[in-house]
T-cell receptor, first 121, second 111 residues
Framework: GAVVSQHPSRVICKSGTSVKIECRSL??????MFWYRQFPKQSLMLMAT?????????EQGVEKDKFLINHASLTLSTLTVTSAHPEDSSFYIC?????????????????FGEGSWLTVV | DQQVKQNSPSLSVQEGRISILNCDYT??????FLWYKKYPAEGPTFLIS?????DKNEDGRFTVFLNKSAKHLSLHIVPSQPGDSAVYFC??????????FGKGTKLTVNP
């Protein structure tokens, strides 16, 4: 079963409104979560690193005032797209690292959510 | 400038044959490389990874080869099965757990 859950899986909103996407780690605590965006036929692009209890770290070119990230607990990070526009329509996906697992990093401790399709009309 | 490149957007192979997916990178500081499989409207699922200090890692039908001098890695799937049909992403990690992804290669395995 999924160890990282995203909600909603699909959302349609009107231009100018805000929409919130949740990312939850199930059965483990994640001090760090990552938010990615994928446009059609493009790679997943990292938007920001979400740190529990502190401000998110945004990648170059990502507007922090437009994409608000809140990591209020060790199992929940939210991404709010404010004043959404049609060009924000995309597939948004989060990941979390289950750092409590076996010693040695092998990549199999990073889990991705199911993703959220945002359509702004 | 893309640091991780998958130059083949698609690949089609016959069931039972070998699928070879390629990936090139530019940043010599990457310390881990990963392959993910992704179905439409779903999140990527981890397949296999390789540390930059190794040149091969094998897990069942999946083998990843790393050529550091050429900054190239490849994923071999053998034998290929129809259920392997998906988009495969190559990703790289350097230092932190932020991942840099390629654009993906859509693999179609024909029965």
């Amino acid at each position: 079963g999924a160890v990282v859950s995203q909600h909603p899986s699909r959302v349609i909103c009107k231009s100018g409104t805000s929409v919130k996407i949740e990312c939850r780690s199930l059965d483990f605590q994640a001090t760090t979560m990552f938010w990615y965006r994928q446009f059609p036929k493009q790679s997943l692009m990292l938007m920001a690193t979400s740190n529990e209890g502190s401000k998110a770290t945004y990648e170059q070119g990502v507007e922090k005032d437009k994409f608000l990230i809140n990591h209020a607990s060790l199992t929940l990070s939210t991404l709010t797209v404010t004043s959404a526009h049609p060009e924000d329509s995309s597939f948004y996906i989060c990941s979390a690292s289950h750092s409590g697992q076996a010693l040695g990093w092998a990549g199999n401790t990073i889990y991705f959510g199911e993703g959220s399709w945002l359509t702004v009309v | 400038d893309q640091q991780v490149k998958q130059n083949s957007p698609s690949l089609s192979v016959q069931e039972g044959r070998i699928s070879i997916l390629n990936c090139d990178y530019t940043n010599s500081m990457f310390d881990y490389f990963l392959w993910y499989k992704k179905y439409p409207a779903e999140g990527p699922t981890f397949l296999i990874s390789i540390s930059s200090i190794k040149d091969k890692n094998e897990d069942g039908r999946f083998t990843v080869f790393l050529n550091k001098s050429a900054k190239h890695l490849s994923l071999h799937i053998v034998p290929s099965q129809p259920g392997d049909s998906a988009v495969y992403f190559c990703a790289a990690k350097g230092g932190s757990e932020k991942l840099v992804f390629g654009k993906g290669t859509k693999l179609t395995v024909n029965p």
